[in-house]
């Protein structure tokens, strides 16, 4: 028997489908009463195998116990028309692989996605659950950036009793560790670090861990061959991060991260230190200098930033645009860093901030022409008498030098006792 949109489930009703598989579908569904709006996955009784059963109700006891940001809750669980119903949160948002299929996703973003992911593993497995099918598809990544874990169908927890025949393979065998594929039904939390890092991996380098088409192939790939290093396919990564991929790929478990939480912690301090800076920073970086430049200009004091060879390649860098677009270009064609390094003189205006480079302009010896011209013969008549009014006229005694203020000798309506005299 299979449902349909429109259609009442007990209190609920359906509203869309959001998936269907051979043994089972997924519905939207809204509660009459609180009109919440929630997720049901249905398994058709009629359809569905004594194993699959059994795997669906742990599903419901598993998840129904985790309680966790990271980890997509259940609130309820019926029997309706032979089928078995479990009603869980419905997360408004699309799973890690339809994103992945669009493009590559930002580092930064991938990095925090995986660690939201490590932090729901991590507390599954205090209480004693393993996932062991992590995978983009069960990630469920919300408009606000925050991932739900989902689908707890193959999860196991200590003490479970064996739903599988010897020779099955659950899970996805892109993700699926090397323990899991040679069918070792012991639960260990390592499992889930080696499907956590290859979804890691696919995030990085824009590739799955291997690409085999055929099961076999992914199989003995998963044991045996080694991928390929995300650094030689994503040189941004760097190694540090490149290192953290693979040792959680490590085939031998104890080669592995002993913990989800260990790996998180990894991965959030290289997540820190590699460099990964938002775009927006560094534009505000160069406002800030830009802004700290104008202020300077304001103050005069743009004569005193260090344009040195010592300074910081990336200081000299924002502030070579700066100055190339304020201020004229000398007129020698001389550098600005290189015109106030020789001296040159540096003024700045209070409104609209320039720099204004003035080249030093050298001194020239004054070059004076002396031209000796005889003086002109007087007459002896002449001469005779100038020479007997100096002799009659009396001494006067030489002038002393003027005291008074400075403006003094600048009003050109004081008298000096000197002129009087005249």
Known sequence: MSFHVGEDIGDYRIVSMLGAGSMGQVFQVEHRVTKRKEAVKILLADVAT????????????????????????????????????LVMEFVEGCSLEKLLQKGRL????????????????????????????????????????????????????????????????????????????????????????????????????????FEYSDRLSLMVAQVQKQPIQPLDIEPRIGAELNAIVLKALAKDPDQRYQSTEEFRLALKHAGKSSGFVPAIASRMRVVTLALAVCAMAE?????????????????????????????????????????????????????????VVQQPV???????????????????????????????????EPSRPNKKRFWSKLNPFKWRKSDRSR
């Open 50 to 85: 004594d194993s699959q059963f059994l795997r669906f109700m742990r599903e419901i006891e598993v998840q129904g116990r985790l309680d966790h940001p990271n980890i997509a809750r259940v609130h309820n669980a019926l029997h309706f028309k032979n089928s078995l119903i």
């Open 106 to 209: 930002p580092i930064s973003s991938g990095i925090d996605y995986i660690c939201q992911t490590l932090a729901g593993l991590h507390y599954a497995h205090t209480r004693g659950v393993v996932h062991r099918d992590v995978t983009p598809g069960n990630l469920i990544v919300t408009a606000d950036g925050c991932v739900k874990l989902t689908d707890f169908g193959v999860a196991k927890s200590l003490g479970d009793y064996q739903l599988t025949n010897d020779g099955d393979v659950v899970g996805s065998l892109y993700y699926m560790p090397p323990e899991q594929v040679r069918h070792q039904s012991d639960p260990d939390p390592r499992s889930d670090v080696y499907s956590t890092g290859a979804v890691l991996y696919e995030i990085l380098t824009g590739r799955k861990l």
């Open 299 to 355: 103050t005069g004091g743009l004569d005193k930033i260090p344009f040195q060879k010592s300074a910081p390649p990336a200081i000299q860098a924002a502030l070579a645009p700066l100055s190339n677009a304020a201020a004229p270009a000398p007129p020698s064609g001389i550098p600005v860093a290189a015109a106030l390094n020789s001296g040159s003189k540096v003024t700045a205006h209070a409104r609209r901030p320039r720099v």
């Open 362 to 396: 050298e001194e020239q010896p004054e070059t004076v022409s002396e031209t000796l011209v005889e003086p002109e013969q007087q007459p002896a008549e002449e001469q005779a008498a100038a020479d007997n009014e100096a002799a009659a006229a009396p001494q006067q």
